[in-house]
Nanobody, 131 residues
């Protein structure tokens, strides 16, 4: 089973930037669609961004389009989330997740599943944006 570990969270002022990383080990990372989710206190966990196994197709939820960019480096078994122009409402715990298949998973295979149906989750990294 693939294991995921997030890093890169921290405290940043509104308008600033952060880059989150998710390192994978075990399994076959290159066959997995990867996603970033976030959960703020008192709110539901929501999908933020997702990327297909090859990196050729991506998804970003409307609230982060134009500000966040997901990418991956399969040679390093790592997925990234570049977050620019951060807003106070971006404050949340950010989680990395994976859906894997032999033929290679699309981002749609990830975002259309409930969180409990995903193949792997990281422990989360906290992003705090001050206003």
């Amino acid at each position: 089973q693939v294991r995921l570990v997030e890093s890169g969270g921290g405290l940043v002022q509104a308008g600033g930037s952060l880059r989150l990383s998710c390192a994978a080990s075990g399994g076959t990372f290159s066959s997995c669609a990867m996603g970033w989710y976030r959960q703020a206190p008192g709110k539901e966990r929501e999908i933020v961004s997702a990327i297909s196994w090859s990196g050729g197709s991506t998804y970003h939820t409307d609230s982060v389009k134009g500000r966040f960019t997901i990418s991956r480096d399969n040679a390093k078994n790592t997925v990234f989330l570049q977050m620019n122009s951060l807003k106070f409402e971006d404050t949340a715990v950010y989680y990395c997740a994976a859906v894997c298949s032999l033929g290679g998973s699309s981002w749609t295979d990830l975002v259309h599943r409930s969180p409990g149906a995903l193949d792997a989750w990281g422990q989360g990294t906290l992003v705090t944006v001050s206003s």
